[in-house]
């Protein structure tokens, strides 16, 4: 028996609570058995999403959402900017282009966030940007990008949107989409929520939705037009997912009892306690600054593979963790604390890091990492 | 306690076997603990669709793997045909519209097949229609169009491909994929496969892929090339909707204990005592030739609305069956015997059927229908 410890930035642990929810009998999506279900889900979205924009749900990945921020708002030749610092920053370049959309990118390096005054030089420049689109956390860095200050730029220009990936920052991170004016913001069911992959999740402001008369980008799956008239009737466009959507709810609903202030303390503490553990050991962070509170992305020793460390812990010790991607591979590997994430999850992490590195040769004192997690995590 | 039957043709009852392996804890889509389940899924939906071709694993709705048959194989201006012979043929004919294709359709009465040789005759006239799409069932007639007929004809065409949706047909009927030459070919989860909404199969033949080749259409998120890549890894190009494709291989390894033949027999067996058991309570089909062994679609009595029947099903005996879509709104009601189907569910319906038209005033003999299907299932 190995029993599995699931550290990995998406999927993320489901509570049992929830996946027993979701082992109910299948309801009809058309049905009065159904739609209240959908109200309730769609309701406490826009609590965690702290707004009173729709809220989209689709049947997809998050990257689906993605797909659906791109189509549904922009025309070909359309004059964006992407902030790229990592492999999901690489993505909504990708998916812009696969749409024809002209791509100006703010290149990050990798472990640093985005400067806010250089988007805001851009946009003074000229008013042909028509988005900018950026990760909240980019997952593959381990660093959380200022929203609330891009925010703060991007919403004086009124011909410009504002597109936040927050597939992984959702629910880790107080992301105020109203309050600092976020036009569109993706996240996903198989991360902070708590749901196994299979939803996708929008929110479009009403500066969106008026630019959303004028995009003649094709579009039928992820046609969000389409969506909302069916939201307004607790239905989605096409067959709702049922089961994933009855998970939803109950979900949606442990982290109301919760608590949104709490909820937010909690991934921060747990981050914290992660990063002060890991440097413990002598290790060093690859996220120089603004590091994410839903996954953090440590640099392998000087000698030691990243990508063995991710393995090692796997196959030695059940703890699936995040290896590392693109130009990452091989020299970090990463441990998430995002969604149904606790204290000890914490300490597992940290006592298996010390222990592959020691069954690695690395010089380790065991138990360093984990008194300072266990110091910090005293209530 | 209002006990429910779900009799729809979509989302359709999950055994629990099925919904209790998907509640097991959360699997690592790239990890070695999820591959050789989707390796087993993936050559257990070959067998299923009769093919040795790809059959790529979406994580959408069936739609989902319509909208894919479309933006991976054609380009703009693309001369189309396609067979429109109720709602779902008419998706087709919207989604390669919302594609830029040139649509030509064949327009069906509703409640009755194609005639293979217009098809027949119309490509024989030019050699400009690059593919031609049909529904194996469609869902909102309870018609099924002939697969092999047309596929005997569509095959003589080099530059023509044949593209079916099966999205409630597959396993309901014996398509041949390889034999008869189907070049793409779409379901979903939540019909035939009882499994939740969340999974589009699409199988792709070589000459479609060699299409695939040139075709230029906007593409990200149902990107066939890079899923096909992916699976040859037994990966899925985005995060794997590890729950379901889980479910997805519980419930193929039921379908095959019961054996391919044994499958479609039953289905045709239940398709088949239903319209009898309709009939011998006065009833008429709504579809006048080649009824569906999915779905039965049944007109209601004259001076009775359909939509009341269905109402009348759900709310006083908690049976969800279907009601009438688009045109057909009204006119009829719709019984499924799809997925987790077996001889009592007939029962039930023909009894709650019964009840309800009697309920309504219409002079029905209970028992009638409930007779003719035992006769007709005693073994």
Known sequence: MLKRYLFAPGPTPVPSEVLLEMAMPIIHHRS??????????????????????????LCSTGTGGMVGAVNNFFNNGDRVLVING????????????????QVEEIIVEWGYAVKPDIVEKRLKKGKDIKGVFVQASETSTGVYHDIKALASIIKKYEDTL????????????????????????????QKGVML???????????????KAEKSKLP???????????????????????????????????????????????????????????VQALGLELYSKESPSN?????????????????????EKYGIIAGGGQGKAKGK????????????????????????????????????????VAQELLID
């Open 32 to 57: 009065p058995d159904f739609m209240p279900v959908l109200e309730s889900a769609k309701k406490d979205l826009q609590w965690l999403y702290q707004t009173k924009n729709d809220v989209i749900i």
């Open 196 to 210: 196994p992959p299979g939803l996708a999740f929008v929110s479009v402001s009403e500066k969106a939705w008026a």
């Open 332 to 371: 970090i590997f990463r441990i998430a604390h995002l969604g149904y994430s606790d204290r000890f999850d914490v300490i597992i992490a940290i006592a298996g890091i010390e222990m592959v590195l020691k069954g690695m040769g690395h010089p380790v004192k065991l138990g360093t990492g984990v008194a």
């Open 86 to 101: 990592g492999k999901f920053g690489e993505r909504w370049t990708e998916i812009c282009q696969a749409y024809g959309l």
């Open 219 to 277: 579009k039928f799956y992820f046609n969000f037009k389409k969506e909302r008239e069916n939201l307004a009737k607790n239905q989605t466009n096409f067959t709702s997912p049922v089961t994933l959507i009855i998970g939803l709810n109950a979900s949606l609903k442990m982290l109301k009892a919760e608590g949104l202030k709490n909820v937010f303390k909690r991934h921060e503490r747990l981050a914290n306690v992660t990063r002060r553990a």
């Open 294 to 314: 839903s996954v953090t992305a440590i640099l392998a020793p000087p000698g030691i593979d990243g990508q063995a460390v991710y393995k090692n812990l796997r």
């Open 162 to 189: 504002f597109i936040v990936d927050a597939i992984s920052a959702l629910v880790a991170h107080d992301l105020r989409t109203d309050e600092w004016g976020i036009d569109i913001m993706v996240a996903g069911s």
